[in-house]
């Protein structure tokens, strides 16, 4: 990492453990991400600093190392530094095998949680994954933090991202996809899902995602200036 506070440090890679598309950790000090949407779950817990973002057009915040931070597949989100020194975190993209995605319209409302167990476990879960030949290790320690999840979904109400809301997106993701490289305006795709113009951010997570695959394989350093897209 650079002295520089105009730069991140970012490293990013794909484990060889089912469920977890890759793991992030970043950190930032003066970045915000456009709206946009993944495919997958964002586990996420801060090391330092703090972190403001909106879920489906309602804001949220976090701070500290007692919270995690848990956004769902399929519904938009952005995401920008909070204070002048920004922040660090580590995420985890989990697949819809450790958590189904009729589960995301629990997340929508309570997507911060304070439970200092998760963020312990997960915290372990990310030293199993820096080092090589943790793999066992990692799988174990997903499954105790897939149980929690579990836990804390269960008891949250459903909201907002499963329901008519978010289906024009959901309906027409085909249609996206295959505007992925070429790309799509938002006026455009407006009138191609007969919804608003701000909907269609799934069209922005999925070129953020072709984009981040261009990279080399392996940790990943890169970016000389922190404002440039990246995931939340």
Known sequence: MTGDRSRASISAW???????SEVFHAHFTDHAYP??????????????????????RRRHGATGDSCVLLLPPGVPHDG???TASGFRKRNLYLDVSVLPQRLAGRAVDTPVLKDRLLRHRIHQLHAALAYGGGELEAESRLSFIQERLHFHLAALRPGGPGRA????????????????????????????????PTHPTHLTGKRID??????PSGHLKAFPRAGRPRRT
Do not use: C, N, Y
């Open 14 to 20: 794909k484990p060889q453990v089912p469920g977890i």
């Open 35 to 56: 709206a946009h949407t993944h495919d997958t779950w964002d586990l996420m817990i801060l090391d330092d600093g703090s972190v403001d973002f909106a879920l489906d």
């Open 80 to 82: 920008r530094t909070a």
């Open 165 to 196: 809301a978010h289906r024009p997106a959901t309906e027409s993701r085909d249609v996206l996809d295959s505007r992925t490289r070429v790309g799509m305006s938002l006026r455009e795709a407006a009138a191609v899902l007969h919804a608003h």
């Open 210 to 215: 072709q984009a981040r695959k261009l990279l």
